[in-house]
């Protein structure tokens, strides 16, 4: 980690933010502390430990952010929530509780990490289909960040959530397919699915991105010490990626041209790569998902 530090790897260079805990996790020799504190690369904290009774297990253990938004700490054995605090002696006013992963037989071999969505506009839609799409591709578990959303999305969110060695990271290839139609506001059975499902009603294809730009990975935790959204930064000892070929795999990247004014900002250079064409969502996939989403829609808005 100090060769690391002294080197930059991973710093972003970005204003200091006030921390916010996210979650902890207790590792055979170790617990980490995630937060969404930016700007504090390097700096000094502590680790506090809490029992089961939310008694402080002292003394406090001092560490540094690193990487980005996380803090390693010392593993102690009768801790069962954690808290960082700037001074060893500052009143703890936060806590998350600490999840075990000291085990070396995960429940699931392949989760997707939902990041926090912009926004208050309905995305009841658009996370159905999401959710559903993965569960075809053999996707068994998701962890999803859920901060600001509006009330109605909201609902389906809470209905959600009851061969090489050493290679740590597969990246694959994407294309971007134009999204350029408002959202639903309301859920009205197969009159939403057949106007809004994403997959169904949006073709407009760029050609493939050159690779490594703006992929999409799959990671093995136990491999990749730091990711960023679109790359490995740090591999543990002895593990490298594997940039999937075409022929195997792509991302279809279902892009809203509007949010963020992307097609001002981003949308010339993706036409650089070449011609857009017209392609759909695979066929044998179209109805699965399709009544998947419909179905899930439908128990969770009464339909």
């Not at 700007?39 to 939310?54: V, W």
């Not at 939902?114 to 309905?122: A, F, I, N, T, W």
């Amino acid at each position: 980690m100090e060769k690391h530090m002294k080197e930059g790897r991973g710093k972003r260079n970005q204003p200091k933010r006030s921390i916010s805990l996210i979650g902890s996790y207790a590792f055979p020799d170790h617990i980490v502390v995630t937060t969404d504190a930016d700007g504090r690369y390097g700096n000094t904290i502590y680790c506090r430990y809490l029992d089961k009774h939310m008694k402080e297990i002292k003394p406090a253990v001092k560490s540094v952010f690193f990487p980005e938004f996380t803090v390693y700490c010392c593993q102690r054995s009768r801790a069962e929530h954690m808290s960082i605090t700037l001074t060893e002696a500052e009143e703890i006013r936060k806590t998350v509780p600490i999840s075990d992963r000291k085990t070396d037989n995960p429940r699931f071999t392949l989760s997707m990490c939902v990041r926090h969505m912009y926004g208050m506009e309905p995305k009841f839609v658009l996370f159905a289909e999401f959710v559903e799409h993965y569960k075809l591709q053999g996707v068994q578990h998701f962890y999803i960040y859920v901060k600001d959303v509006d009330d109605y999305t909201n609902k389906k969110f809470r209905k959600a959530m009851p061969k090489e060695g050493n290679i740590g990271m597969i990246r694959f290839l994407q294309r971007w397919v134009l999204r350029n139609s408002t959202d639903p506001q309301v859920y009205e059975g197969n009159k939403t699915l057949l106007n809004h499902l994403p997959t169904l009603v949006f073709h407009n294809t760029s050609a493939v991105a050159p690779i490594g730009h703006t992929a999409k990975c799959i990671t093995d935790p136990k491999k990749v010490f730091l990711m960023w959204v679109h790359w490995v930064e740090i591999y543990f000892d002895g593990y490298k990626g594997y940039e999937v070929p075409l022929s195997e795999g792509i991302i279809r990247h279902y892009r809203d041209i509007r949010a963020g004014d992307w097609y001002r900002h981003y949308l010339p250079g993706v036409e650089k790569f070449g011609a857009f064409t017209m392609t759909d969502y695979p066929k044998h996939l179209m109805m699965p998902l399709f009544e998947n989403v419909k179905r899930k829609l439908d128990i969770v808005y009464g339909k």
